[in-house]
T-cell receptor, first 109, second 114 residues
């Protein structure tokens, strides 16, 4: 089993809708979780991190963590075409950050 | 400081040649990482430095790959006897020790092996 799993997508949503991106992880001891956004042809950039069970909100972005289910998600409210990108979930491993394959999000005008 | 910089941005080489990439991290960051990314995949960990010490190296990294970080500043990643399977984007990232999950990536060095 991979350490971090994501659906590769693409996930297509209309402008203004809520986009929901999901990630599962295998290590029950993981304490922190990171979401990176990667535009086509660009490098990843950190957009959110969460350490505690529950929700963490930052503008239009909400990260949700459920440690019992080993599940972390990212919600993007009022999706914009500029949100079209690949979203990478990452979990700390030993001495490194382990990334999922990413979910490609397409927001149509 | 303008962030993590990598050089060259693009490198085309013939199979069997050696290539070297350079990374200059954010100055106050003491951790430096090298990742490799191919199309449709997430970044794959290669190696990690804390200051000048190389503390972790992926088992996937063959002995053709070597990385250095002299004096804990810039880092180089060398690939010897390149193979077509080495074609990828090589990403460098840096972070502070107490914020190890908050990586700042450079623009990457794209390698094409013909």
């Amino acid at each position: 089993q991979k350490e971090v799993e994501q659906n590769s997508g693409p996930l297509s949503v209309p402008e203004g809708a809520i986009a929901s991106l999901n990630c599962t992880y295998s290590d029950r001891g993981s304490q922190s979780f990171f979401w990176y956004r990667q535009y086509s042809g660009k490098s990843p950039e950190l957009i959110m991190f969460i350490y505690s069970n529950g929700d963490k909100e930052d503008g239009r972005f909400t990260a949700q963590l459920n440690k019992a289910s080993q599940y972390v998600s990212l919600l993007i409210r009022d999706s914009q075409p500029s949100d079209s990108a690949t979203y990478l979930c990452a979990v700390p491993g030993f001495q490194k950050l382990v990334f999922g394959t990413g979910t490609r999000l397409l927001v149509s005008p | 400081d303008t962030g993590v910089s990598q050089d060259p941005r693009h490198k085309i080489t013939k199979r069997g040649q050696n290539v070297t990439f350079r990374c200059d991290p954010i100055s106050e960051h003491n951790r430096l990482y090298w990742y490799r990314q191919t199309l449709g995949q997430g970044p794959e960990f290669l190696t990690y430095f804390q200051n000048e010490a190389q503390l972790e190296k992926s088992r996937l990294l063959s002995d053709r790959f070597s990385a250095e970080r002299p004096k804990g500043s810039f880092s180089t990643l060398e690939i010897q006897r390149t193979e077509q399977g080495d074609s990828a984007m090589y990403l460098c990232a840096s972070s502070k020790s107490d914020r190890a999950g908050e990586l700042f990536f450079g623009e990457g060095s794209r390698l094409t092996v013909l």
